[in-house]
């Protein structure tokens, strides 16, 4: 049998594994709460101790603490929040909703640390409430991951994005609407738009921190400050934001902080945004992909590992499989933290530990899966130029080029003649003796019809129709 201690808390004695730095409260947790194989996430542990230092420090300075058991907390929060006990944290995101049981659990670990006269309660959480600063730890541990993390590697996919439109500006392609043949586009305009598209999902999420910047730190229990110094909550707010170097602020109104995760809700949307933009953007590469024989064939993805494991040869978009596949993950995670988030009932809500686990997992999963993406897959592809000019040859859509000259109703007449005869449009406007060889082909450029407004119609249909006899020819049959 492993060895045990016995630790006591307000409930009485409990045996917790001798080993172990946490204490009473957090074995409690163990037991009342073994649900799932989910762990309250570390950035979220880390960011509580980065609070405990803060408070110590801020304590300290107040005269609330001896000056030697603050230093003595402030140095062990510090080795928390830096990573060097992790194993100590082995709480289940599905506990207390409030995060009261792992804001012990850190009280706990950091006052075993400090030294046997260091009490969790009294001494770690001076000042502090789970209810203030388990809602801190969970801005704070989001406004870390997104700088670390999530806006680079977002910018890193934008800015693969931008070369490789610069690198295929002048391919060209038949763009599509509907799913169906449209006029013509270029294969870096397409990919520009990609990376416009995520220029937007990034500025949204740059505005949304803004909020989640503000912290609840002060307000205690519910929002009033009880049991704590007047100037507590600010001072530690500028602790933080010097040792982060984050924009901290603390929060206008402490009861709203407390009672509802607005600012959480809006930040999780930005990731919702972005998961849309992404799940767009990588569903029009995998078609562009399909094939290599039977599909568009437009792009060449990077051939990474085996496809199948019946049919010899085959490769699959598995980058592309991979990222949509966290973005619809992530717009769950959106509806269960919309949902979490609506739940505040007087003055606290109490799904914390869900709205902060999901939106760390959310932040995980989508700047591990546009890495991925970027490395794996964005940066290898190349473009099948002679399959796009074929399939652009063969559109009948350039007929919109004839519109200016001849008239809608008159275009249509060469498309459908086109279609129906299997023939080019070149073929259909000359049999129907619409135009001449020479007018098709000065009017039908591809290229010119990429940036109209540089190449302007000189004539419009409606002076030139006049001149085309509506009573011969094929064309008015």
């Not at 880390?46 to 801020?58: I, S």
């Not at 949204?204 to 519910?222: D, E, F, K, S």
């Not at 609506?342 to 939106?359: A, C, M, R, W």
């Not at 002679?386 to 007449?413: F, K, N």
């Amino acid at each position: 049998m492993s060895r045990t201690r016995l630790e006591s808390d307000s409930f009485g004695p409990i045996e917790v594994p001798f080993d172990a730095l946490w204490g009473a409260q957090t074995a409690r947790s163990l037991h009342f709460f073994a649900i799932g194989e989910q762990r309250m996430p570390l950035p979220l542990i880390h960011a509580l101790a980065w609070v405990k230092w803060a408070a110590a420090t801020v304590n300290g300075e107040l005269n609330l603490l001896d000056a030697g058991k603050a230093q003595a907390i402030a140095d062990a929060a510090q080795r928390v929040a830096t990573g060097e006990f992790d194993a100590e944290f082995p709480l289940s995101v599905w506990q207390t909703g409030s995060g009261t049981q792992s804001n012990m659990n850190v009280n706990e670990v950091v006052a075993h640390l400090a030294g046997p006269q260091v009490h969790p309660n009294d001494d770690v959480n001076l000042g502090q409430s789970s209810n203030d600063v388990f809602p801190s730890a969970m801005h704070i541990a989001v406004a870390l991951y997104a700088r670390s993390s999530l806006q680079p590697t977002l910018a890193a996919l934008r800015s693969a994005l931008s070369a490789k439109a610069a690198a295929f500006s002048d391919v060209l392609k038949i763009g599509r609407t509907h799913l169906q043949d449209a006029t013509p586009i270029t294969l870096g305009q397409e990919l520009g738009g990609y990376e416009a598209q995520l220029a937007l999902c990034a500025n949204n999420m740059a505005h949304a921190l803004l909020a989640v910047q503000r912290l609840a730190i002060g307000g205690t229990a519910v929002g009033t400050g009880l049991n704590t110094h007047p100037q507590f909550g600010a001072r530690v707010v500028v602790m933080l934001a010097e040792k982060l170097k984050l924009p901290l602020l603390q929060a206008d109104n402490l009861f709203a902080a407390l009672a509802g995760h607005e600012a959480m809700v809006a930040f999780h949307a930005s990731l919702k945004m972005l998961a849309i933009a992404l799940t767009k953007m990588a569903n029009d590469i995998r078609l562009m992909g399909s094939g290599p024989r039977a599909g568009l064939g437009e792009l060449q993805l990077p051939q990474n590992e085996p496809g199948s494991s019946i049919m010899p040869g085959k490769v699959n978009p598995t980058q592309i499989e991979a990222l949509t596949m966290v973005c619809a993950q992530v717009m769950g995670h959106d509806a269960a933290i919309g949902f979490a988030a609506s739940q505040g009932h007087f003055e606290l809500n109490v799904y914390k530990p869900l709205i902060i686990f999901d939106t760390l997992d959310s932040m995980r999963l989508l700047a591990d899966a546009m890495h991925g993406f970027t490395q794996h897959c964005l940066l290898g592809i190349t473009a099948n130029a002679a399959r796009m000019e074929d399939l652009l040859q063969r559109s009948l859509i350039l007929v919109t080029a004839l519109t200016p000259h001849i008239g809608y109703d008159r275009a249509t007449r060469i498309a459908k003649y086109a279609h129906d005869h299997g023939s080019t449009l070149r073929a259909a406007a000359l049999a129907l003796e619409a135009i001449s060889a020479e007018q098709f082909d000065a009017w039908v450029d591809p290229s010119q019809m990429l940036d109209p407004h540089a190449h302007p119609t000189t004539v419009e249909f409606r002076n030139l129709t006049s001149k085309i006899p509506t009573g011969t020819g094929l064309l008015n049959r």
